[in-house]
Each structure stands twice: as structure tokens, then as C-alpha cells.
């Protein structure tokens, strides 16, 4: 008898639904699983990238290229936009060009200022080019030019600080009254940006202004800065947090002008094979330490500091080298101003604008033989620079070189027709004014201004005002403001005046 046997592809079927329900379900939660992880993956790479906007052109690099300084204080890029509208009776005209900031046609950020994207946004805080740029005019009527590493002598920092402590103490400051302008401005947020990103970021950008603001109100009551001036090492002095109540009177006012920073190649070491000494006061001689101590006040800290950027600049400020002077020169009188210029000035200040050997180039002049205002020195202190000395603790490029002086250092005069007003304070307009002495300098002048003085090499500074616009009254009676000193022989004060317009006129090769 044959006996039929059952085969295994005909038994299978009762097993097919059961096995193509497992699969639906495990499809499910597979898609259930996939949406947030999506997400999250999503908001990692949003929240977790660090992407500076970049620039292979160095000279762009350095207009517009991060320091780091966007990790620890950047702005989140929208809100920066709608401040000025929103804040605007915190301002002096329209908008942060009427703080001297630099804007060039077609962009939407101005010179100084680099943007990166991090934690999420698209965020803008200063760089080195915000306190190293500047521009001018041959006439009222002329296009300004743009030249790097000149003194920033327009850029107003301490009404831009105040412009943001203000907005920040105002009630305006808040999710309900900017966000609405960034959606005028930008276009509807998104669900995320509008009910959380944004939120946050408003209330800690505001509780940082804040904090600052708190810690910078000791310094309130200084001599308006205005444009082209800055309190280096007070500044610290505030972010380091030192016990105001304790501070001298005579340490409360550091005011001084922002330096060129082109050449510095040459300026690592001077005649008798030593470094030079750096910073007005010479405190310092070492450029790396120097170049990290001014990205510390672009915002940087130890572990947001972007060496590689930052480094780009450094190699190319070493050869950067200043633009020559454009306008006509007389070099009849020029070459009778040389030999007065080898006489009376070379020793301190270089052989020429391109050689900066000297006996006493990069060396310090005691207070009481250069006379001149003492409020930088003093308020750099022995405190400070021991201060100084934690900064970047525990990485190898602790600052190791800051040192209290007793002086003012001895600079080379590179690029002389663009770094006006002078002295260290910015408290002489133009260099045939600090041929005089100190009872015929100006006791007040204006300063902002960016037409040339191609007679007195400097700035235009008789001025005060074009259309809308004010310029800064500078007021040499002022704590911090002093105009004495670089007087006498020595100095060529005594001059007769052919000797003085020939000697101004050698100044322009430089």
C-alpha cells in the first residue's frame, strides 16, 4: 500500500501569516526607532559642528577670519543684525557704522568681525582686523580706502561696549521683541529656532552682557576713549575680576592708542641681539604672547583659542609691510630731513621706515626722560602681570613674559602717515604738532575723521562734524588724556621750523 506523505511546501502556508506579521511589526518598529534617531543624529550635527567661515585669501582671512573667539562670546549672527534697530536710541547714528566700523559694499558684516557656525547657530563676534583696520580719504569728496593693519583710529570700542551693556539692560532685550525682527529681517524661524534656540540664546546672550556689564562698571566713570583708543589691561583687569574697591586711583586709567601691527618679523629683536620690548610700556617681548594676549581680548579663552587661524596671521603680519605713502613728496626737502631724522630720532625710532636698527629701538625710556602722560604705565601693575601669568595655565604657551616697566618703549616708525594721532595716548594729531612744544600743541582736537593732512602728516583734526555725523572732541585735560612729554632738545622741539618742515616732509618715506 502506498502511503501518501505530506510535504513540507505544502505545510508552510498556515505559518505565512503570522511570520509576514512579524516583519510588518518589525518594520514599524523599525521606522519608530529610525525618526528619532534621525533626530538625533540631526541635532548632533547641528549643535556639535564648529565651522568658522574660511578664507584662502589671507588678506580676507584676516578682514574676516575667526580667532575662536565666537566659541566663548559670539553673538548668534541675527540677533547682532536686529540690535541696531532694536536698541537704536543706545547708538550715535545709524546702525555700527556710526560706532566706526568698517563696512564694505555687498556684505552684510563689517571688517573686524568673523562669523562661525557653533552650538547650533551662525555666530559673530570681532577680530584681530576690527582694532587694526582703518580708511582714508584724500579730500571730503574722495572714496575712502581701506588699509590693513593701520590703527583703527575711527572704531569707537568703548561706545560699542556700551551700546551692548545698554540694549541688554533694556527690557527689550528679550524673546518677544526680537524675535519678531529677526523674522522681519530673516525670514519665519523654524519650529526649533523659534521656541527654543532662539529663547535660549537670548537669555544667556543677555545674562553674559549682564554679568559683564557688572564687572566692567568700575571703569564707567573713565574719560570717554573715543575713536581709535582702547584700555588694554583694565579690560583684564575686569575679566579677571580684581576687587574694584581695592584698586589704586592711580591704576583706574590706561587709555591708549590702537598700535600698527605690520613688520613684526623685525620686531622680534633689536640691536644688541635681545627681543624687543613690546606693548607701549614694553612689558612683554615675546609676539606669540603678545599676539594671544590680543586674541584674549577678541574673546578667546584657553580652550577656544583657534591656534591655526590665528596662526595664518602671525605668519603673515611677520613680512606685512606697510602701504607707502601716496600723495606727492618733496625730495628736496625730504633729503634735508634725513640728516635731522639721523640726529635727533633714528637712535630711538630706527635707521628708516624699512630698517629698524637703532641703539635704542625696542628698549624702554624711563618715565621722567620721555615725560609723557604716565597713566598706561601705572596702570599696568606688578599684580596684573603675575595675573597675567595664569593665562593659558597648563598649556604649553603660558604667558611667561608680561613684566611691570618704568617707561615707554622706543617703536619704529613703519607706515608713520597712517598711524595718527600720536604718542601713546593719541593726544597729539599730527607730527608737526609733536614738533612742538607742549604749550603750542592742541589742547583740544577732533578725532574720526579720515581725511589725510598731507601738511602736518596725520589726520584732519580741526573737523568736528560732516552732515549728520559728530566726531570725537579730545580733550588733552582729561585724566588719562595728557599731551606733555617728547619735548625738548632731544626731541627736536627746539628746531627751527625749515629744519621741522624738512624733517616731516623725510617722515613721509616711512
Known amino acids: ?44 550635527v547641528r549643535f556639535s559642528a564648529d565651522e568658522p567661515v574660511s578664507y584662502p585669501d589671507i588678506e580676507r582671512h584676516f578682514m574676516y577670519g575667526s580667532t ?39 556684505r552684510t558684516l563689517p571688517v573686524g568681525v568673523s562669523m562661525r557656525r557653533n552650538l547650533g547657530l551662525d555666530r559673530v563676534f570681532l577680530n584681530c582686523a576690527a582694532c587694526h583696520s582703518g580708511t582714508v580719504r584724500d579730500t571730503p569728496e574722495s572714496e575712502p580706502q581701506l588699509y590693513l593693519g593701520m590703527p583703527a583710529h575711527q572704531l569707537n570700542l568703548m561706545a560699542f561696549e556700551n551700546f551692548f551693556f545698554s540694549c541688554a539692560a533694556d527690557a527689550k532685550f528679550s524673546a518677544d521683541t526680537l524675535i519678531p525682527e529677526i523674522d522681519a529681517q530673516a525670514g519665519k524661524l523654524g519650529l526649533l529656532d523659534r521656541y527654543l534656540v532662539y529663547p535660549v540664546a537670548i537669555g544667556l546672550m543677555r545674562e553674559r552682557l549682564l554679568m559683564l556689564r557688572e564687572r566692567f562698571k ?9 575713536p581709535g583708543r582702547v ?31 605690520w613688520e613684526q618679523g623685525k620686531r622680534k629683536m633689536r640691536d644688541n641681539g635681545q627681543p624687543m620690548q613690546l606693548h607701549w610700556d ?65 637712535d630711538c625710532h630706527g635707521a628708516s621706515g624699512q630698517d629698524f636698527h ?28 603675575q595675573n597675567l601669568g595664569s593665562v593659558y595655565a597648563g598649556y604649553p604657551w603660558r604667558f611667561t613674559g608680561f613684566r611691570k616697566t618704568f617707561g615707554y618703549a622706543n617703536l619704529p616708525l613703519d607706515g608713520l602717515w597712517l598711524r595718527g594721532p600720536y604718542l601713546h595716548n593719541g593726544s597729539v594729531p599730527t607730527v608737526r604738532d609733536l614738533l612742538e612744544p607742549v604749550a603750542n600743541r592742541p589742547k583740544s ?66
Request: glycine share 8%.
Open 218 to 226: 568700575w571703569t564707567l566713570p573713565q574719560p570717554a576713549w573715543g
Open 358 to 385: 637703532g641703539a635704542r629701538v625696542g628698549h624702554v625710556t624711563p618715565l621722567a626722560d620721555i615725560g609723557t602722560d604716565r597713566h598706561r604705565l601705572d596702570s599696568f601693575t606688578p599684580e596684573l602681570a
Open 68 to 106: 575662536g573667539g565666537e566659541r566663548n562670546s559670539g553673538f548668534p549672527y541675527w540677533i547682532w543684525q536686529v540690535l541696531p534697530k532694536v536698541c537704536a536710541q543706545y547708538l550715535p547714528g545709524e546702525g555700527y557704522a556710526s560706532l566706526g566700523m568698517i563696512y564694505e559694499r555687498g
Open 1 to 44: 500500500m502506498t502511503v501518501r506523505r505530506s510535504s513540507p511546501l505544502l505545510a508552510a502556508p498556515p505559518a505565512a501569516p503570522a511570520k509576514r506579521w512579524c516583519c510588518h511589526a518589525f518594520a514599524i518598529l523599525a521606522a519608530l526607532l529610525l525618526v528619532p534617531i534621525t533626530a538625533a543624529v540631526a541635532l548632533f
Open 231 to 261: 584700555d588694554t589691561f583694565n579690560s583684564s583687569k575686569a575679566l579677571f575680576n580684581f576687587p574694584s574697591d581695592r584698586l589704586s586711583p592711580a591704576e583706574r586709567i590706561g587709555t591708549t592708542d590702537f598700535p600698527s601691527i
Open 445 to 510: 582736537f577732533c578725532r574720526g575723521y579720515d581725511v589725510i593732512d598731507r601738511q602736518k602728516l596725520g589726520f584732519v583734526s580741526d573737523v568736528c562734524a560732516e552732515g549728520a555725523r559728530q566726531y570725537f572732541r579730545f580733550d588733552t585735560s582729561f585724566e588719562g588724556n595728557g599731551n606733555a612729554g617728547h619735548e625738548g632738545k632731544a626731541y627736536g622741539t627746539d628746531l627751527p621750523a625749515d629744519e621741522k618742515a624738512a624733517l616731516v616732509e623725510f617722515l613721509k618715506t616711512f
Open 282 to 346: 614694553g612689558n612683554n617681548t615675546k609676539t606669540e604672547e603678545r599676539n594671544k594676549n590680543a586674541a584674549f581680548g577678541t574673546g578667546t579663552t584657553p580652550p577656544t583659542i583657534d591656534l591655526v587661524a590665528i596662526g595664518r596671521i602671525e605668519e603673515w603680519l611677520l613680512d606685512a609691510a606697510p602701504p607707502k605713502y601716496p600723495y606727492p613728496i618733496d625730495e628736496r626737502l625730504a633729503a634735508r630731513g634725513a640728516p635731522v631724522y639721523a640726529e635727533y630720532c633714528a
